[in-house]
């Protein structure tokens, strides 16, 4: 008996280890640390639909909702579908997008009504968290009042539908060019039945982007049997018809076998020919496209390796990244073609066109990322943005489908593409660039009229006047860095010397940055710093004057000797997050979300704010507040993000910030320090190295950094250039749970305890 009990045992250890050698040997695929929902709910407004990295379609469910929280086309607090869109928007604080809206169903409807909202649709479904999946690439749901299951996946200009219905059941599609939510709005619209198998069509429509055309086709996996289409109440059983709101019901051949219905749909800015040059040829291979979604993903995943036991780090790590690399969105054809808003077609030679720039939210941290992960792109963008230029002669402010819509303050393509000529990429024309940053500041609109007469830009003349101000003083100092980059002594003068303009607007008394009036000596009155009004009738934007009096990244040296010190700079900075949260106001921002005392993380002006107690001599609070920050404002559920995931800006705070780095002057070409949340994180570089961070003893306690050492030589700074990154190496942190005041302190010696 002793002896069999030995045999078992040894058998059981046998398998055991085998079990566990086959664990080690199989890699975890990264896209399965990846939560799309998370956002989705909140104030996040992601959606969770599938697309590809940096894709032209996003193919996502809808709601049908016109509401703040339904940007998207979807919110996770939902529980109705209407249809299946293919252009979405990721994370903004406006609404538009949700073109060509697909909805399976198993009956025929009367499409003729014109619904006023979602209830009168009678197509729309019911549906359960319970019966939906999202990952990277892929999206499914069942639509209970149809019985009807949804998959979607996406090449890089081509959706993919799967439904599959009920045994017996009526296998129907609706295809609705009317919809429309939030600020959007149809002005035209076509639908043609060009054969058995395809439909094409065109959507033209104003809203957030005032001249936005989609044009579109379709092909089935089965033939079309019967179908209507609806033009404006009126029923057509033939022929291409246009008018405002067009929508089609395809019924197909009931003797064709098999439940599964395909579909593949592109779209073009262009014309109805370039769609169908982006669908391309070939058949329906759904599995094979979600597998090639899946591979874009573990490829563009797989720039950082974090290590860590905690794997809801790794989940809110690796959704993070995903969302980085959801926008900016390919917008030229395949033949490289895009449509400019004054409706010009433009050939992109050499460069995929991007649109979606939603640079006053992108350019503190989501540009940056790119910067070290996919820097080819980067230099597209930037050619992007030049074209987008040609229009009026001036740069983009967050351009929308290829149509400016002047959305937010100052012009941060600027910084965009400075950092990336810094940076050394040099896909694009940097005199061409030079030309157009220049010209752009030096132009009339947006209150750079008044910025040029008196050196800012007056309350009384123009509203939101100090973050305009103080934007453009930014702008300023970014043009006077390439100007000099490119050897233009006079243009470096000029422009460093109008960046100064945030001196004209600090108040010493308060430490806070004012209104002033045009006769350079009267502040705005009354004055209440935790005071907000939505846009109008104030001196800050989407915010008060605790979140927007810090806005000075390009020198902080000079910013704090006009506080008077570093001990009073650090405490007033200290201020604003131990403050009381209250804002005060009739019309309060709702983009003052995610507050840490005044300190409102769910908006990008304060992204900056932690790391500039480096530029104190406390770099010990800002490891202690980021790490706050990582710590609350970001969870695996829905509601994860703590405001708008604003086009990746949020999620690339996370990236960057959980290695222990932050770009708090992007356009400098340099990196914060801060504090890394990971065990070690591996950078893997374009340029085939690696650059390795390593965080010994951390935890959610030992957060303060004790020493460093960079490829085993001590390392005593708060900052460390994108050059320095690029040559690779190891960045080895010992942490510890009391700060070591020593420790990236101008002038000290490093030292390895406190």
Request: charged letters at 20%; a negative charge.
């Amino acid at each position: 008996m002793k002896q069999l009990y030995v045999i078992v045992l040894c058998a059981i250890l046998i398998v055991s280890c085998n079990k566990k050698s086959e664990t080690i040997g199989k890699k975890v695929e990264l896209i399965s640390y990846v939560d799309p929902f998370i956002g989705t709910g909140g104030h996040g407004h992601t959606y969770p639909g599938a697309t590809v990295p940096f894709g032209m379609l996003q193919v996502s469910p809808v709601n049908g909702i016109s509401d703040w929280d339904w940007c998207s086309g979807y919110h996770y607090s939902d529980s109705i579908i209407v249809g299946f869109s293919h252009l979405n928007l990721s994370g903004t604080g406006i609404g538009d997008l949700a073109d060509i809206l697909f909805m399976p169903t198993n009956k025929a409807h009367d499409l003729t009504l014109n619904p006023m909202s979602r209830d009168s649709l009678p197509y729309k479904s019911s549906y359960s968290h319970k019966n939906e999946k999202a990952t990277p690439g892929y999206y499914q749901v069942f639509l209970e009042d149809s019985n009807v299951n949804v998959e979607l996946t996406t090449s890089e200009r081509t959706a993919y539908h799967k439904y599959t219905f009920k045994e017996g059941d009526v296998q129907s599609v609706i295809v609705n060019l009317g919809f429309a939510i939030n600020w959007d709005r149809a002005v035209a619209s076509s639908l043609k039945v060009e054969d058995r198998y395809t439909i094409s069509g065109y959507r033209y429509s104003t809203g957030w982007a005032h001249n936005q055309k989609v044009f579109f086709v379709a092909k089935f996996s089965k033939p079309i049997a019967d179908y209507k289409i609806y033009v404006d109440g009126k029923v057509f059983e033939e022929g291409e018809h246009d008018g405002i709101k067009s929508s089609v019901q395809l019924m197909f051949d009931p003797n064709e076998t098999g439940t599964e219905l395909f579909a593949k749909v592109a779209v073009s800015s262009v014309s109805i020919e370039n769609a169908k040059d982006n669908l391309g040829v070939g058949g329906f291979d759904f599995d094979q496209t979600k597998k090639d979604a899946e591979d874009l993903w573990n490829t563009a995943l797989s720039s950082f390796d974090v290590e860590t036991p905690t794997d809801s780090l790794k989940t809110i790590f690796y959704t993070a990244l995903y969302h980085a690399q959801l926008a900016p969105v390919t917008f030229s054809d395949k033949n490289g073609q895009f449509r400019m808003e004054n409706d010009s077609i433009v050939t992109a030679k050499d460069y995929t066109a991007y649109s979606t720039l939603s640079l006053w939210d992108t350019f503190r941290a989501e540009h940056p990322l790119l910067t070290i992960i996919a820097p080819d792109r980067v230099s597209d963008m930037v050619n992007s943005m030049l074209a987008y230029y040609e229009v009026k002669k001036i740069l983009p402010v967050w351009t929308l489908y290829g149509n400016e819509t002047n959305t937010m303050t100052g012009y941060h393509s600027i910084p965009v593409i400075v950092e990336a000529y810094k940076k050394g990429i040099r896909g694009f024309d940097a005199e061409k660039a030079f030309e157009a940053m220049k010209t752009t500041m030096m132009q009339d609109e947006r209150g750079l009229k008044y910025y040029k007469k008196f050196g800012y830009i007056p309350y009384n003349l123009v509203d939101e006047s100090v973050t305009i101000t103080l934007e453009y003083a930014y702008d300023d100092w970014c043009v006077a860095e390439l100007a000099k980059l490119l050897g233009k002594e006079d243009d470096y003068q000029f422009f460093l010397n109008r960046s100064k303009a945030y001196q004209y607007l600090f108040d010493k008394g308060s430490g806070f940055m004012r209104g002033k009036s045009e006769d350079g000596k009267s502040w705005n009155e009354p004055f209440d710093p935790k005071h907000s009004n939505h846009r109008e009738q104030t001196d800050y934007t989407e915010g008060n004057a605790w979140q927007h009096s810090w806005f000075v990244p390009q020198d902080v040296e000079d910013f704090i000797r006009l506080h008077g010190s570093d001990e009073l700079f650090a405490s007033r900075l200290e201020q604003l997050f131990t403050e009381s949260s209250e804002i005060t106001g009739d019309n309060v921002s709702a983009d003052i979300t995610g507050l840490i005392g005044q300190y409102a993380h769910g908006n990008e002006p304060s992204h900056h704010i932690a790391y500039m107690f480096n530029h104190a001599n406390q770099p010990w609070r800002t490891q202690y507040w980021a790490r706050h920050i990582m710590d609350t404002q970001y969870n695996t559920t829905p509601n994860g993000l703590s405001g708008n995931e604003d086009c990746g800006q949020m999620s690339a705070w996370y990236v960057l910030s959980s290695v222990g780095l932050y770009p708090m002057n992007p356009a400098s070409g340099d990196y914060e320090i801060g504090t890394p949340i990971f065990e070690k994180s591996t950078i893997n570089l374009p340029n085939k190295k690696t650059f390795i961070i390593e965080a010994e003893n951390v935890s959610d306690k030992n957060f303060y950094i004790q020493s460093a050492t960079l490829n085993g030589k001590d390392f005593n700074k708060t900052a460390i250039s994108h050059e320095e990154m690029l040559k690779g190496g190891t960045l080895h942190f010992v942490m510890g749970a009391q700060p070591n005041k020593k420790w990236g302190i101008k002038n000290a010696q490093p030292t390895t305890n406190n």
